[in-house]
């Protein structure tokens, strides 16, 4: 008999869902292409086509079981951590964000000059006869009026334009001016346009109604692949390194440039630049002492509640109830709570103790909070997880050493502690491990600091590795991800090892 | 009288100065969420006067759209939870029971990816939504859906490994009985597997919704908008550093929202406290 049959609804509901994601991925699949994203274009396309075949073939049947999960752990994780890697070995940062070929446009873009004589017309915006946009301009001086467009410039007769108070041409045949809000919407987008003027000479608008006579005075020459400026001769070349430097001198550089491959630079200046490296290292030390110190506090205070609550004392579930509540509440919220305790004026901290402390201020008033706020979210875990341990170790090695002669402390120093070490290292270490990078902390209670931000200084004196480096990442006028991303590549060779460490001690790759 | 010292008494002297410990922060919190001027300042330990203001403040203010940001919370999490262990237990279950090629590499990969500090990757995502949002801008930066496709991601290392662990203790005997019996690695997992995992399933969804609930980082830099933001960036923001200037609503708001979490996570303490024996710790 067969117990077990396939049944024609679950291949219905199969065929719909299977419809459903396919065609939602397909129109996303299109839009991308559409827009010019066609890296993710392709990415939805093979995860399409691995869809199809793996739901409507039994090509295999794992993944039938896996292919959604690993699309979006690729999605969403995979990719962005390769990506990650990929630019440790870029100079990536403030300056250097684009692509080359975006930073020439740009270059060329900012590469102007007003003429000599800084020459400026009134002008009002508008559209011609064709429906482009154009420029109404009135030189003042001469009575000169035209109308200029991207494309060319027609001169004006006086009795062509309508002049207002001030002389300023106000309309004309064939120019149709925009009335307030086309004006608001199109002046942005009119910026960037180059109205004809005469040879190498043309106009920007400048705010709603002015514009003013330019040049392009930098040129890009493709073959050589080097800027030169018309008016001082000087030529720019690719210096390898994302920017184009003046060829006799290496401090001029043009304003924009690209994300260019440079190898092992990032991790070179880690070790080497002392700008760099001092404060990496003062970090560094910082984060293994925080990091240790949180899981020798918390498991010490854990381990001392759990012995003392060992046995069936009066209250016993009371305790238990209140002494999780730091670990049952969202710790975001806790984290907060505590910032607003350890404030100077009026906090609830200072006013316990009738001190004045400038918590946050101080380095080490700083850290200190920061290991007392940690205390107090983790001892919870480690009671909960030593009280569990402590009665899985059998009372009979206890007894047999009391029969021996042992007193109560000597049985803990040599029977339980070690016993207990040795069921919770795994835990020790991964606890290690997750406060390594126990970015929220630091970040929503101190923000790394305190720093001395005028002195331009990244470092503040709580800062942990991966607050430092997101603030080398993301903080401040000065962003470099190159340099933040080698760091990462850091920090993941760190806990990757402590973490593979903790993986050996509890065998889990054993079962491969 | 001595052996009650010696046995019981210097227990509660160990506790108690914890438990004050423990509940000072909370103690203090309600005290200011029921502080009828709502400022930082502690005149008195003990309350003298009770009002709930700062709850008012919190549901009538137009500035602090409290309830929308729960509710906004809560629909993140809670998809989030059910999606990712629904993805994730079909995974843990080919990880755990069927054979094939690349399962090594494949179970060492998510390991490894998992021990990527996940922010340092947080601008390459931030990249991608970005140029998603450029050709799909309901999924990309800045909408909830975005962020909730994102956490997805992230969520499938841990519940993955999580499940596994849970798997590999349901006895292989159901599976080869099962089989005998003609029934197909699908079927034994709709109906083998599934019905017995439920309580498991459950409580890893729960954690990956405190998990999620508790998400600050990615929350912050996805959404911008006043009305789209989640508990943790809104509260984050409203208090903004100026602890002194808005601390009682912020009070009374941490109080609400934590609420829920501390209720689902006592009540669900027994599971929640042998998964984490299994090795995961709680965000």
Do not use: C
Not at chain 1, 8 to 35: E, P, Q
Not at chain 1, 102 to 119: K, N, R, V, W
Not at chain 1, 246 to 274: E, H, M, S
Not at chain 1, 370 to 394: K, Q, R
């Amino acid at each position: 008999m067969r117990l077990f049959k396939g049944s024609s609804l679950a291949v219905l509901v199969k065929i719909i869902l299977l419809t459903i994601s396919i065609s939602v991925l397909g129109t996303l699949a299109l839009a991308a292409f559409a827009h010019g994203e066609s890296e993710i274009g392709i990415f939805i396309s093979i995860a399409i086509a691995a869809l199809a075949v793996t739901y409507l073939s039994k090509i295999s049947v794992p993944m039938k079981f896996f292919l959604p999960g690993m699309v979006l752990l690729a999605a969403f994780v995979v990719v962005p951590i390769l990506y990650t890697l990929t630019m440790s070995v870029y100079k990536y940062q403030t300056g250097n964000y684009i692509s080359k070929s975006e930073a020439i446009t740009q270059d060329l873009l900012i590469g102007i000059q007003p003429d000599p004589e800084g020459t400026t017309f009134d002008m009002r915006l508008g559209t011609d006869s064709n429906g482009d946009v154009a420029i109404l301009a009135s030189d003042l001086l001469t009575n000169s009026y035209f109308i200029s467009t991207t494309k060319n410039k027609i001169d004006l007769q006086p009795n062509q334009v309508t002049l207002n108070a001030d002389g300023v041409a106000e309309g004309a045949d064939g120019f149709k001016k925009y009335n307030s809000s086309q004006l608001t919407k199109s002046a942005d987008e009119a910026s960037k346009l180059r109205f004809v003027y005469k040879q190498d000479y043309f106009l920007l608008t400048e705010g709603f109604d002015l514009a003013a006579v330019n040049s392009q005075v930098l040129s890009y020459d493709s073959a050589t692949d080097t800027f030169t400026n018309a008016t001082t001769g000087v030529t720019y070349k690719d210096n390898g390194r994302g920017n184009f430097v003046n060829t006799k001198n290496k401090k001029d550089i043009l304003p924009v440039g690209w994300r260019a491959p440079i190898w092992f630079d990032n991790f070179v200046k880690l070790a080497t630049d002392p700008k760099i490296s001092g404060p990496l290292v003062g970090v560094f030390i910082w984060t293994v002492v925080f990091s240790s110190l949180t899981v020798i506090t918390q498991f010490a205070l854990g381990l001392l509640i759990a012995i003392a609550l060992d046995k069936k004392i009066r209250g016993r579930r009371f305790y238990r109830a209140i002494l999780i509540l730091p670990y049952a509440m969202p710790s975001l919220m806790s984290i907060l709570i505590w910032g607003g305790m350890f404030q100077t004026e009026f906090g609830a901290i200072n006013t316990l103790l009738g001190t004045q402390i400038n918590w946050f201020d101080d380095p080490w008033f700083a850290r200190a909070a920061v290991l007392v706020v940690n205390l107090w979210l983790g001892f919870p875990y480690f009671y909960l997880v030593s009280s569990g341990s402590l009665t899985a170790i059998p009372s009979e090695l206890a007894e047999a050493a009391s029969v021996d002669g042992a007193n109560p402390r000597q049985i803990f120093r040599k029977i339980t502690l070690p016993l207990l070490l040795q069921i919770l290292a795994p835990l020790l270490i991964a606890s290690f491990a997750f406060n390594f990078n126990n970015f929220n902390l630091i970040y929503l209670l101190t923000g790394g600091g305190p720093r001395d931000d005028l002195g331009g200084q990244v470092a503040g004196a709580t800062d942990i590795l991966i607050s430092y480096t997101y603030r080398i990442a993301f903080g401040g006028s000065n962003q470099n991800l190159g340099l933040a991303s080698a760091i990462s590549v850091l920090i993941f060779v760190i806990v990757a090892s402590i973490s593979l460490y903790g993986v050996r001690k509890t065998k889990v790759l054993d079962e491969f | 009288m001595t052996n009650w010292l010696k046995n019981v008494a210097w227990r509660h002297a160990v506790v108690i100065p914890v438990l004050l410990f423990t509940l000072f922060p909370l103690y203090m919190v309600v005290l200011s969420s029921l502080n009828p001027s709502g400022s930082l300042q502690v005149t008195s330990f003990v309350p003298n006067k009770i009002s709930f203001n700062n709850f008012d403040t919190l549901f009538n203010n137009p500035q602090i759209p409290f309830l929308t940001w729960m509710k906004n919370s809560v629909v993140v999490a809670g998809f989030v939870a059910v999606v990712s262990v629904a993805i994730g237990a079909a995974s843990a279950f080919a990880f755990s029971r069927l054979k094939f090629k690349g399962k090594k590499f494949g179970l060492q990969t998510l390991l490894l990816v998992q021990m990527f500090p996940s922010i340092l990757s947080l601008s390459a995502v931030y990249v991608i939504m970005e140029r998603v949002h450029n050709f799909a801008p309901d999924i990309g930066l800045g909408t909830q859906s975005g962020l909730i496709l994102v956490y997805l991601g992230g969520a499938m290392g841990v519940n993955i490994w999580l499940l596994k662990g849970f798997v590999d203790s349901i006895p292989m005997e159901l599976d080869e009985a099962a089989r005998i019996d003609g029934a197909s690695a699908v079927q034994i997992y709709w109906q083998i597997f599934v019905p017995l995992a439920t309580p498991v399933l459950a409580v890893v969804a729960l954690l990956s919704f405190i998990g999620t609930f508790n998400e600050y980082v990615l929350a912050s830099l996805f959404l911008s908008d006043m009305d789209s933001r989640t508990i943790a960036v809104g509260l984050q923001q409203f208090i903004g550093g100026q602890y002194s200037k808005n601390w009682g609503p912020f009070a009374a708001g941490s109080i609400l929202a934590s609420i829920p979490i501390v209720i689902i996570f006592l009540s669900a303490q027994k599971y929640i406290v042998n998964g984490l024996t299994a090795g995961s710790v709680k965000g």
